[in-house]
C-alpha cells in the first residue's frame, strides 16, 4: 500500500509542474523575475502547511 501511494505522490508532483513553470514564467515576463519566485517559494510554503495540517493525527 505504501508504495502505491508514493507512486501516486509522485505522478501527483510531475504532473503539477507544466502547470507551475507556465505561472512562474508568465509573473517573471510580466513583473519580475525575483517576484515570481517568490510567490512560487510561498506557494510552496502553503502547500506545505496544508499538507502538515493534514497529516497530523486528530488529538
Known amino acids: 500500500m505504501?508504495?502505491?501511494?508514493?507512486a501516486l505522490w509522485g505522478s501527483?508532483?510531475?504532473?503539477?509542474?507544466?502547470?507551475?513553470?507556465?505561472?512562474?514564467?508568465?509573473?517573471?515576463q510580466h513583473v519580475d523575475a525575483r517576484i515570481g519566485?517568490?510567490?512560487?517559494?510561498a506557494?510552496?510554503?502553503?502547500?506545505t502547511l496544508a499538507a502538515w495540517r493534514a497529516l497530523r493525527p486528530n488529538v
Open 12 to 28: 501527483a508532483m510531475t504532473g503539477t509542474l507544466p502547470l507551475t513553470g507556465l505561472a512562474v514564467t508568465f509573473v517573471a
Open 37 to 41: 519566485f517568490s510567490i512560487s517559494g
Open 2 to 6: 505504501r508504495g502505491r501511494v508514493m
Open 43 to 47: 506557494a510552496l510554503l502553503l502547500a
